[in-house]
């Protein structure tokens, strides 16, 4: 995957310098946790503190994500978008996704268009086309870019690209088989997007790409079946030449997840390309290299290494020229954190290989990872990258101390700017990198909520979607700490904060629901249309409601 980076020490200068002039004042970065209770309702206990929890902050930086997200399809305001930067706007989008998928999971009782409308919206932009969009859209800033060598190579055909003839294999264009740096992105965004909300909307689309992965995967392409399939690696490319761990890592959680909720058995198309990733691209300390040329790209020109790069082979590093592969920490801890559903055991052994080799320290409550032990001084987009990478991994490693110090030090250096209406808030990070802004957002979401990336390989069971659930509120004056029914104890969590009077619509109650603070009975729901409706006025509510009466 080529991505023009930002490779800048002055970066790094300002962050060192920063969290050093800012001494003690800065503690861990997550914020309190959320106020809880112990209430006991018909001889039954709930304690809230059992149940996930989201804070104000992590709320807060949603709505912040929204204003960004709910623009138009074709407007980027506030994304800070320079032509360096272009080709990874759709990794913000991707990864935004991966972030508050999380949340929903947290709240998962409160399912309303708050979180629903954000999350087609992501989907929605990712798939912006040139035609409609222009300059604009995502297939325009991903795949028709002058820069990276194949502007005009918008269709192309395996192994030879220029003069093909009826034995090669047509392996499309952006939308299909060799950009699995978009397709994987896309579909998996669809995928989480059934698993939220369960509208099967974006079945047919999803469902198309697995179908194609297999054929990639398990044949020639011609209809003949191949281990290793077309690129004979058990991989697919980012483009028509290269394959890395890191981008094939989504549609393998893509497919564990489909053979999750449907019941299919896709996994085994993987095997050979698992393999290949955990013996053949590796580097001396067994960790993933970044990246494994299938053939010579077009036009691949590099007279400047002494030691000739293999074709196929894994890619070369032009940084100690001696003959060993290319290495990124943000690919590592990418891979790492999106396999370890499928390979625990890898994840579970790398890891503080990864830490040793990558790491550095600063003080004892602070750390950052470098992209690469092979240019240890610099420090761009790709370091940034591995930092937030990693802090996601940290957690779902149940390593809080690593997650603690690298959060420390990638977010302390920047003011929080909350909205002026108090419902937004955001780290202002326009003196030094603009473009991470929008990251230290959702990367704060996906290194603090209770839920991982490998959680989300597991569905929502069949009988989720009769529980009761929240699927209509004054969205926009309230703050969901706490969303679940609990199917045990027959009772729904509800830890809120009201700003203003706000209706809630409550689904799926087979009778009139009974609300419950601090053991007592409170409120009155309304009947409507097969639903209840209840309303709180401005305060902070730990409610149980469980079923009532007829």
Same mark, same amino acid.
């Given at each position: 995957?080529?991505?023009?980076?930002?490779?800048?020490?002055?970066?790094?200068?300002?962050?060192?310098?920063?969290?050093?002039?800012?001494?003690?004042?800065?503690?861990?970065?997550?914020?309190?946790?959320?106020?809880?209770?112990?209430?006991?309702?018909?001889?039954?206990?709930?304690?809230?503190?059992?149940?996930?929890?989201?804070?104000?902050?992590?709320?807060?930086?949603?709505?912040?994500?929204?204003?960004?997200?709910?623009?138009?399809?074709?407007?980027?305001?506030?994304?800070?978008?320079?032509?360096?930067?272009?080709?990874?706007?759709?990794?913000?989008?991707?990864?935004?996704?991966?972030?508050?998928?999380?949340?929903?999971?947290?709240?998962?009782?409160?399912?309303?268009?708050?979180?629903?409308?954000?999350?087609?919206?992501?989907?929605?932009?990712?798939?912006?086309?040139?035609?409609?969009?222009?300059?604009?859209?995502?297939?325009?800033?991903?795949?028709?870019?002058?820069?990276?060598?194949?502007?005009?190579?918008?269709?192309?055909?395996?192994?030879?690209?220029?003069?093909?003839?009826?034995?090669?294999?047509?392996?499309?264009?952006?939308?299909?088989?060799?950009?699995?740096?978009?397709?994987?992105?896309?579909?998996?965004?669809?995928?989480?997007?059934?698993?939220?909300?369960?509208?099967?909307?974006?079945?047919?689309?999803?469902?198309?790409?697995?179908?194609?992965?297999?054929?990639?995967?398990?044949?020639?392409?011609?209809?003949?079946?191949?281990?290793?399939?077309?690129?004979?690696?058990?991989?697919?490319?980012?483009?028509?030449?290269?394959?890395?761990?890191?981008?094939?890592?989504?549609?393998?959680?893509?497919?564990?997840?489909?053979?999750?909720?449907?019941?299919?058995?896709?996994?085994?198309?993987?095997?050979?390309?698992?393999?290949?990733?955990?013996?053949?691209?590796?580097?001396?300390?067994?960790?993933?290299?970044?990246?494994?040329?299938?053939?010579?790209?077009?036009?691949?020109?590099?007279?400047?290494?002494?030691?000739?790069?293999?074709?196929?082979?894994?890619?070369?590093?032009?940084?100690?020229?001696?003959?060993?592969?290319?290495?990124?920490?943000?690919?590592?801890?990418?891979?790492?954190?999106?396999?370890?559903?499928?390979?625990?055991?890898?994840?579970?052994?790398?890891?503080?290989?990864?830490?040793?080799?990558?790491?550095?320290?600063?003080?004892?409550?602070?750390?950052?990872?470098?992209?690469?032990?092979?240019?240890?001084?610099?420090?761009?987009?790709?370091?940034?990258?591995?930092?937030?990478?990693?802090?996601?991994?940290?957690?779902? &490693?149940? /390593?809080? =101390?690593?997650?603690?110090?690298?959060? *420390? $030090?990638?977010? !302390? #250096?920047?003011?929080?700017?909350?909205?002026?209406?108090?419902?937004?808030?955001?780290?202002?990070?326009?003196?030094?990198?603009?473009?991470?802004?929008?990251?230290?957002?959702?990367?704060?979401?996906?290194?603090?909520?209770?839920?991982?990336?490998?959680?989300?390989?597991?569905?929502?069971?069949?009988?989720?979607?009769?529980?009761?659930?929240?699927?209509?509120?004054?969205?926009?004056?309230?703050?969901?700490?706490?969303?679940?029914?609990?199917?045990?104890?027959?009772?729904?969590?509800?830890?809120? &904060?009201? /700003?203003? =009077?706000?209706?809630?619509?409550?689904? *799926? $109650?087979?009778? !009139? #629901?009974?609300?419950?603070?601090?053991?007592?009975?409170?409120?009155?729901?309304?009947?409507?249309?097969?639903?209840?409706?209840?309303?709180?006025?401005?305060?902070?509510?730990?409610?149980?409601?469980?079923?009532?009466?007829?």
């Amino acid at each position: 995957m080529t991505i023009s980076i930002k490779n800048n020490k002055f970066i790094l200068t300002v962050l060192v310098l920063a969290i050093v002039l800012a001494g003690m004042t800065f503690g861990n970065i997550p914020g309190s946790a959320t106020s809880t209770s112990v209430q006991v309702v018909d001889g039954t206990t709930y304690n809230f503190a059992d149940y996930p929890a989201l804070t104000h902050e992590q709320i807060a930086v949603f709505n912040y994500l929204d204003t960004l997200v709910s623009q138009p399809y074709g407007s980027w305001d506030g994304w800070y978008i320079y032509p360096e930067v272009v080709s990874l706007v759709h990794y913000q989008l991707a990864f935004m996704t991966y972030s508050i998928a999380r949340m929903f999971e947290v709240t998962n009782g409160y399912r309303t268009g708050y979180y629903s409308d954000v999350a087609y919206d992501l989907i929605k932009k990712m798939n912006t086309t040139e035609e409609v969009y222009h300059n604009n859209s995502i297939e325009s800033m991903e795949w028709l870019r002058p820069s990276i060598g194949y502007a005009n190579w918008t269709e192309y055909y395996y192994p030879d690209p220029i003069n093909h003839d009826a034995d090669d294999v047509y392996t499309g264009g952006y939308r299909e088989p060799a950009n699995i740096m978009w397709t994987a992105h896309y579909a998996l965004m669809e995928l989480l997007h059934e698993r939220s909300f369960n509208t099967g909307e974006f079945f047919d689309e999803y469902n198309w790409y697995m179908e194609d992965w297999n054929n990639s995967l398990t044949t020639d392409g011609l209809g003949n079946a191949t281990e290793g399939g077309i690129w004979e690696c058990g991989l697919i490319p980012c483009q028509p030449y290269e394959v890395w761990t890191q981008c094939n890592s989504i549609p393998i959680l893509f497919t564990e997840l489909y053979d999750n909720m449907f019941g299919s058995n896709y996994m085994p198309i993987w095997d050979y390309g698992l393999n290949f990733m955990n013996t053949v691209m590796q580097d001396q300390y067994g960790l993933f290299v970044d990246g494994y040329f299938v053939q010579e790209p077009m036009g691949y020109m590099d007279t400047h290494l002494s030691t000739q790069q293999p074709f196929p082979g894994n890619q070369l590093d032009a940084y100690i020229d001696d003959g060993r592969p290319y290495v990124s920490a943000y690919g590592v801890a990418w891979s790492m954190l999106f396999l370890e559903y499928t390979q625990e055991n890898e994840t579970i052994h790398d890891y503080p290989i990864f830490l040793d080799v990558y790491g550095k320290d600063i003080s004892g409550d602070k750390m950052y990872i470098i992209d690469s032990y092979n240019n240890p001084s610099g420090f761009g987009t790709y370091d940034i990258l591995a930092n937030l990478y990693t802090v996601a991994l940290a957690l779902q &490693r149940g /390593d809080l =101390t690593t997650r603690d110090r690298i959060l *420390n $030090f990638l977010w !302390s #250096p920047y003011n929080k700017v909350w909205s002026p209406d108090g419902r937004a808030m955001h780290w202002d990070s326009l003196a030094v990198e603009p473009f991470l802004q929008s990251s230290l957002g959702y990367g704060y979401i996906w290194a603090t909520v209770p839920v991982t990336v490998k959680d989300l390989a597991e569905p929502r069971p069949t009988e989720f979607w009769d529980y009761p659930y929240i699927s209509e509120a004054n969205d926009d004056v309230i703050w969901v700490y706490q969303a679940h029914w609990d199917p045990v104890s027959g009772g729904f969590i509800l830890n809120i &904060r009201v /700003d203003e =009077t706000a209706e809630l619509t409550f689904s *799926n $109650f087979a009778s !009139s #629901p009974i609300a419950y603070s601090g053991g007592v009975m409170f409120g009155e729901f309304v009947a409507a249309e097969g639903n209840y409706k209840l309303t709180l006025e401005p305060g902070t509510y730990h409610l149980v409601i469980v079923e009532g009466g007829m």
